[in-house]
Every structure is written in structure tokens, then in C-alpha cells.
């Protein structure tokens, strides 16, 4: 970007006084005889997570440099919005209508994560227009004066893997008593329509053993954030996966929160593990305990790993396909099955985590999807991170029926206690809560241990 | 103008053969070629003195039209020539027989040994029996990954360290319609093996992948800052920089991108690996689109071929793809090349250092290659 360097990290007014100035350049703009214009980012409209801190730096850095190109002028708002006062065009090129040009970039760029491009930005002529950028300014002043103490608790920006520290290097683990509090049990289920009435039915497939990123870096690194630098939380998990083989070779013959004993015929254990854990001895004998007492085994790599260590992967899948078991190809975004042709990695499902920008994906990118879907298969699709009522009905709209999330686990755990004769006083949260728990405290105030672990089929209501 | 580095002359001689296969095909004329291997003798077996014998055994055709000798790797001898010299071709083939006959130990077939082509036609089959055979590296005594206090350890040190001293550049060149190469740009990059070496020898840096990856990122922002530095890019040439998404969207980019000259606007290359992409899709695309109305072109490296059939580049919305020659991935059938990209001018061949390379990347259509074979033209 031509000039100086851009501002340092962008942290709007939270005092009102960026909206106060803001209104009075506008009342300045209005009188002046020039032409002005207002441009305003509506970085407040990025849905969630967005705006992250990158959004903001560079959003900054573009208008800075248009003010400096435009004569302008640039107010960043307690709302995280950024605010471009400035000519309507530029004195050297006339014709170019620079600030409309800006607009359509900016609407490009940060379209793609607000509910629409046109949502994303406001272009208002002044002084034409100046009654819409007052009445806007007005809210923002209005908003910051009354929220501005907990728009200044809410500053803290979130800090990406730049400033993570590298905490020491934890020792290894060599006993297990608090190690399945990193653990995560949740179920992978089959919805189908049942019977031709509106309600669904649930069954269970698979049991799923995964470390929570909250808690691994809770344990690891307690004093640093390194749930934003997911390389490091890779390397902690990638330390965690012998141990865990550990533990499901003592229990996953017996019962309990680890034993697959009393579940149905079929009903699966799926394992997160490194194509390096995959190829040990250590994961070999529990792939052969597994087949010796009929639970099979679904293993899940990472699309990232996969593609970070093809060769390796290559390598794994063959280990997995000789010993019979599924492999799961997992944390794919729906922005990477638009990108790329994860079913070219030949696995046998694909689980693709649920975002709420699915539900609001441009036409193309829906018909993108749908292609996408045809060349998988429906039917090898997992929806993952199914946590609410919108992204089941958004998966059985469009034809996935395998679900992995809290909303699936509510629902399971409102057939267990529809079944269960010591449900009286459990709530459905709390029955979700054990079912997901791999600790004997997680699960102490059930009554009903053997339904809680039995991966039994269960009607649900819908 | 990079400096060339001086090349043996066997190494010389090698790219002159492949050179004039593609000169043949170029032309549209041909030239038949002899070719003596004696790198497929036992080791024990080859003696000085056979290479005499066999370069005294060829001495019937060094009359023919445009006859020239080549010494290749290995101890191997070709000898190129015009038109038909048959009858001087079969009494070196006689003389060759009667050199390849001595006894034990059991030796190749003498069809191997002694091999004849036609180029351009036989230009590949040529080349393959080019290829430098792959160099046989030490036994690197094995070293433990790098841990997070080896990691922690680095990142200090890469903090006040002097980049310079570890800043590489290679040449990226362009085929142009005379076969000829010319720098399309280069491609800067600190030497992470040196950084190892002088930071943390006694560790693996690539041993554990994940901190291998986190390292990655405080090498773009020190090779960031290294570039970001006055005068330093004043008179470069255009050049290419392997990033992070995420170094991508930090300051050191945004400071990166104010001190970058005007004239290189446009001209600047960022590659990208696939499992960074990966690992943040969002990120990804929105750092893609910026770069992109910043002027900067994108390509996709660090691409293995069991990847090509994943990665189709118009659907990434990059530039071009790197892939680094192999005998896997020159093996791979056309359609997983065609499933990555259609557009063959946007496939840099890297790792072209043998003719069999670069001979394989030209009958791809490939135009971009970086390596030995495929040095730039002063």
C-alpha cells in the first residue's frame, strides 16, 4: 500500500468519541461546497466468528490508505465499523469513480462473510444523502454512550497464534487417572423418517473418542491461549493418541464409559488418531482386539494432515483397509469441499462440520455444494458439529442422514429417558452431559449406566 | 543477471544431450544417438581403462555427419550423429559386444548396456535413461524431533538473528519460443536446513510436523522483515515467497506490502501449501481475495502427486501449481495433471535437475521449471 505504513492494531472508540467526530464531520461535510462521500464498513455485520482480528487489520489498512488517496478522513467506531469520510473522486482522475470502486472491493472482499455484499457496505453522497450517515451516526453515538462500558469489557481482542506463547513442554503421560477428562464421548447417528409420519428415528452408529481443544489446552498450557494456534493444539493431541490406545485396549472389551460391552451388533468406536499413531504396534493390537470381539473401528484423519503428509496418509489407509477398517476423513469445512475433492483421498466417510453460513450459501456455491455431494455420495456425509435444530433440518434438507453434535445428543438422550425408569429428576441436559462424559464423576448421578452406554436405537420425538 | 554456477563438464554435457532433443523437436529434424551405460556395471566391474576401450570402440562413427560425444554420469558415453552411418554402427556395436563379453560377475543384457535412439522420437525414453540416478545422501545420524523447547528456543533466537545469512534465491524460468531460458522470477526463501543447523542441530525441525508448521509462520515474518527493509527490493527482479495464510493476514504482510517498490506491484508470487489452505478455508479465501486486489499472483506448492486429483487449481482460484519432479509423479497419468490444472503454462515444474525432468515437463507442455537442467540464459 503506497504511503506510510498502515495504523497500528485496530481498536474502535469505545467512548463515543470516534462517533462524536464523526458527527461532526458530517455536519462540516454538509455545509462545505465540495463534494464528499461517506463510506461506511459494516465490519459489526460479519457473521460469526468474523470479524476476526484480521478482518479489522486490513479493512483498516485499505481505508487508510484510501483516505490518504481520497483526502479523507477515517473514523474507526466502537462497533468495530469503520467510517470513511472523503472526496467523491480523485482530483487527478476524474472520471474513476474511486470511492464506488472502493465500495464493490470492499464488498468483495468481506461479502463473502456478512449476509450479503450489499450488506457490508454503505456508500451515502453528501451532501445528498447526509440525513442517512446523521441518522446512522446518531445510533452509533447513542449505542456507544449507553453500552460503552461493556463495549470497553468486550475490547480484550481476540489474540491469534502470533502472540500464543509456547508453553513448556509437558511431561510425558504415564498414568491415566485424569486423562479421559480430556476425553469426549459423543455419538454419530443415523436420522430417518419413520414410518412415513413427520417424526424421526434415531440410531445410534458409532461411538466417537475425541479430545476436547478447550480442554487439551486447559491441561497443556493453561496460561496460553493455545486453542488459537492449532498446530500446537495438534502436537498436544498428537502426544495424548498412544496413551488413549492404552486405555481402550484395558476397556474396550468390559463396560463403563470406554467399553463397547451391551451395545447393538455394528455399533461402531471412532478414533481420532495420526497416521504415525496408525501405523504403530500399539494401534494394531487394538484393531485386532476390536475384530476379535466384534466392534468395528472407524478411524478419522484430518483432511489437513492428509493432505500435509500425503505419502503418510497413503501409507495409513492402507494399514486401516487391510485390517477391515472405515476411514473417516474429518474436519472438512464446507468452504474446503467447495475448494477441493476430498473424495479423491478415497475414505469411506466424510465429515463435514456444520457452519451457519451454509444455511445462507450464495446460489452458486449451493449448486457448488450439491455437486459436491453427488460426487461423495449423500450417504458417506457426515454432518458434524449438528449442535442445534438448524443444522439437522439444513442436513435432512439436503439429503445427509449420519449426524455428530449436541442437538443429535439432546435428541438421543430424550429416547433414553423416554425408556428409562429412573429418568424422574434428570434433565435432558444433564442426560447429554453424561452420555458425553468419559469420567466416573461425569457420569455419577446417572442411575442408569447401562442405558446411558448401550448405543441402543431410540425413538425421538422430532 | 544471476550468476551462473560453474558445471562440470559431464554435468554440461548432460543438459547438451537434452538439449538436443529438444532442439531436434524444436526443428523438426533428427539425430540418432548411441548410448554406453556403464553406471549399470557392478561397481567392481567398471575400470577406468572400459571407458578408454569403449571411447576407442566408438571412434568409427566419430566421422559421421555432426557427430558428437557426450560424457554423461555414471561413466556413461552417448555419441550423436546425422543421417545413416549404419555400417559404422555395426562395427561399434561389434566392437561393443566383444568389450561387454568378459565373464563373470553376471552383467546387464547388452541391450541395456548399449542403447539406441532416435530423437526426437525416442526423446523420453532417452531422457529416462538420463535421469540422474538419485544421489545417495549420508546416513544423516537420526535426531530427535523438535520440541517445544527446541521450538520455544528458535523463535528467540530467529527474534535478533541476522536473516541475511540464511536468505536462498532460485531461479524460476520460463521456456520461450526458442527453447531458450528465461528468468521468469525468482523464488526467495530462508534456508530452513541452515537454520537448523545453526539454531538447533541437534534436533529434527521437520521431525514433528505440527511445530514444524508453527515454525514456518516466525520464518514468514523474519523473511517478511528480511524483505521489508529498505533497498532491499529496490532493484530485484520479480520473485515468489512461500507463506502462511495467516502470515498473510498479519501486520508483517501489511508493512511487507507498503515497502514493495512499484515496479514490482503485480509481479510478486505468493505460494501456498495445501494443508495451510486447508487448515483454514475461510482464511484462506479471504486472504486469496485481498492479495489478489493487491496485485499479487498466487500459485500452490508443496503439491505431491497422490494430491493432483484434489486440488483442481481454477477451483482454488490460483495461479499456477508447483510440483516437484519425481519418478511418482511422472508416472502419473495425464488425467490426474489434467484434474489439477488444464492450463499446462501454469505448472511449474521445480526440481527439474536431469533431462529426464525436463524433458517429461516439456512433453507435458509445461513452460515454467526451476532447476539444473533448466538454468536461465544470461
Known sequence: ?462 | MTALPELPSVELDTMALSSLARDCRLAGVERQVLLVRFSLLPPEYYRPHHGRLAESALEPLAGADRARVYRLPGHDLALAWRGDAGRQENRVLATLAVLFAEPAPPLPRFAELVRRFTVPRDAERLAACLAAPEPIEPQAPERPPLDLAALGAIERALASADMSRFSRRRSICRRDGSGQFRLAWEKRFLSVSEIGESLAPEHDLAGDPWLFRRLTRTLDRRLLALLSAPRELSSAPPFAINLNVESILSPAFLTFDVALPAGLRGEIVLELLPADILNDAPAFLFARDFVRGRGYRLALGGVAPALLPMLPLPALGLDFLELRYSSELASMPAAALDAASEERERILLAGADSPAALLWGEAQGFVLFQGRAALPVS
Not at chain 1, 476476526?52 to 487489520?57: D, K, L, Q, V
Not at chain 1, 492404552?246 to 451395545?263: D, H, N, R, V
Not at chain 1, 439432546?410 to 429417558?417: D, E, H, I, N
Open chain 1, 1 to 462: 500500500m503506497a504511503g506510510p505504513a498502515p495504523a497500528p492494531e485496530p481498536g474502535g472508540s469505545r467512548d463515543g468519541s470516534a462517533e462524536r467526530l464523526l458527527l461532526d464531520a458530517t455536519r462540516r461535510a454538509v455545509r462545505a461546497p465540495a463534494e464528499r462521500v461517506a463510506l461506511v464498513l459494516h465490519l459489526s455485520r460479519l457473521g460469526p466468528p468474523a470479524p476476526e482480528p484480521h478482518h479489522r487489520r486490513i479493512a483498516r489498512a485499505l481505508l487508510t490508505e484510501a483516505a490518504q488517496r481520497l483526502d479523507g478522513q477515517l473514523f474507526p467506531l466502537g462497533n468495530g465499523d469503520l467510517a470513511l469520510l472523503c472526496r467523491a473522486a480523485h482530483s487527478r482522475t476524474p472520471a474513476a469513480n474511486e470511492p464506488a470502486s472502493l465500495r464493490s472491493n470492499l464488498a468483495r472482499l468481506f461479502g463473502g462473510e456478512a449476509a450479503g455484499p450489499e450488506a457490508i457496505v454503505s456508500l451515502w453522497p453528501l451532501p445528498g444523502q447526509a440525513d442517512l450517515l446523521l441518522a446512522y451516526a446518531a445510533e452509533r453515538l447513542a449505542a456507544a454512550e449507553q453500552f460503552g462500558a461493556a463495549l470497553r469489557r468486550d475490547a480484550i481482542e481476540r489474540s491469534r497464534t502470533f502472540s500464543v506463547a509456547i508453553p513448556p513442554e509437558p511431561a510425558p503421560m504415564t498414568g491415566l487417572p485424569d486423562f479421559p477428562e480430556m476425553l469426549q464421548r459423543r455419538t454419530g447417528a443415523l436420522v430417518a423418517r419413520s414410518g412415513g409420519t413427520p417424526s424421526h428415528a434415531l440410531r445410534p452408529l458409532f461411538r466417537e473418542l475425541a479430545f476436547s481443544s478447550a480442554a487439551l489446552s486447559a491441561h497443556y498450557a493453561p496460561a496460553s491461549d493455545t486453542s488459537s494456534d492449532p498446530w500446537l493444539l495438534r502436537h498436544f493431541g498428537g502426544r495424548l493418541e498412544e496413551p488413549l490406545l492404552a486405555l481402550i485396549e484395558a476397556a474396550l472389551p468390559g463396560s463403563g464409559p470406554i467399553g463397547m460391552a451391551g451395545t447393538p451388533p455394528g455399533f461402531a468406536l471412532h478414533l481420532n488418531l495420526s497416521t504415525k499413531t496408525i501405523m504403530k504396534e500399539r494401534s494394531a493390537h487394538v484393531f485386532r482386539l476390536s475384530r476379535s470381539i466384534g466392534v468395528p473401528i472407524g478411524v478419522e484423519v484430518s483432511l489437513v494432515e492428509a493432505a500435509a503428509m500425503p505419502e503418510a496418509f497413503a501409507a495409513a489407509r492402507s494399514v486401516l483397509r487391510r485390517a477391515g477398517l472405515r476411514i473417516v476423513l474429518g474436519t472438512i469445512s464446507h468452504q474446503a469441499l467447495l475448494l477441493t475433492r476430498p473424495q479423491s483421498l478415497d475414505a469411506d466417510l466424510f465429515k463435514l462440520d456444520w457452519s451457519a453460513r451454509l444455511a445462507r450459501l450464495t446460489e452458486p456455491d449451493r449448486g457448488a455444494l450439491a455437486s459436491a455431494f453427488d460426487a461423495i455420495g449423500r450417504e458417506r456425509v457426515i454432518l458434524n458439529r449438528a449442535d442445534n435444530e438448524e443444522a439437522v433440518l439444513w442436513g435432512l434438507g439436503h439429503g445427509i442422514r449420519r449426524f455428530v453434535g449436541h442437538h443429535v445428543e439432546v435428541m438421543l438422550a430424550a429416547g433414553r429417558m423416554l425408556a428409562c425408569a429412573a429418568a424422574s429428576g434428570c434433565t435432558l441436559g444433564q442426560c447429554s452431559e453424561r452420555a458425553a462424559s468419559a469420567t466416573a464423576p461425569g457420569r455419577r448421578f446417572c442411575r442408569n449406566l447401562s442405558l446411558l452406554d448401550s448405543g441402543a436405537p431410540s425413538a425421538a420425538p422430532s
